[in-house]
């Protein structure tokens, strides 16, 4: 039983793993490698040792930041960088200003015409519901078929005159309309072509 204790206590040890080399070993190992796989393990090849240890190179406590000064050159860099963005966002805010009175003046214009030209069309339009009443009024106290037709040939011909009158009109007034609407937009457009 001995002899089986013995082997089963030597193949345990020599299952074992083998020792880690210590962090200074393993770094000189790896300094010994050489840095292209089949060259020879000169000492030009070798990779030099740096010292990441030292953990102090970033401590900013050594040195006096508020004593330090800002280059003139920087100084002066910077001054024009928020003269200049200054300068942009007031004009950036004048126009956008520029364009919100554009479009307030064109949507109180087009309101008004709007309200002008519904004006119209309903005076258009009792105009010709009056001259409609009027002709069969007029039709009722027709007493033959000549003046029948005689009141209606004056009647169709007095609707083609005032239709045509109300036609030419609203035709005018759309266009006015169009014209004062868009006037504002296009008094901004150019004042925004000519500052640039």
Avoid: C, H, W
């Amino acid at each position: 039983m001995t002899t089986a204790k013995t082997t089963a206590k030597t193949k345990t040890a020599a299952s074992k793993p083998a020792a880690k080399p210590t962090a200074k070993a393993a770094a000189t190992e790896t300094v010994a490698a050489p840095i292209i796989p089949g060259m020879p393990n000169f000492e030009a090849f070798k990779v030099p040792e740096i010292p990441f240890g030292d953990t102090n190179m970033f401590d900013l406590s050594k040195y006096d930041v508020k004593n330090m000064e800002v280059p003139a050159m920087v100084r002066d860099m910077a001054e024009k960088a928020v003269s200049q963005s200054k300068d942009g966002y007031a004009k950036a805010k004048a126009a956008a200003e520029d364009s919100i009175d554009a479009v307030e003046e064109t949507l109180e214009t087009v309101r008004e015409t709007s309200l002008e030209y519904q004006q119209r069309a309903i005076d258009n339009a009792k105009a010709s519901t009056d001259a409609v009443y009027d002709f069969f009024k007029d039709m009722f106290g027709v007493k033959s078929v000549s003046e029948a037709v005689e009141l209606q040939t004056s009647f169709a011909r007095q609707q083609f005159e005032m239709l045509s009158a109300q036609t030419k009109d609203m035709s005018e007034l759309a266009g006015k309309a169009a014209t004062e609407s868009f006037k504002p937009a296009k008094d901004a457009a150019e004042k925004a072509m000519k500052a640039a």
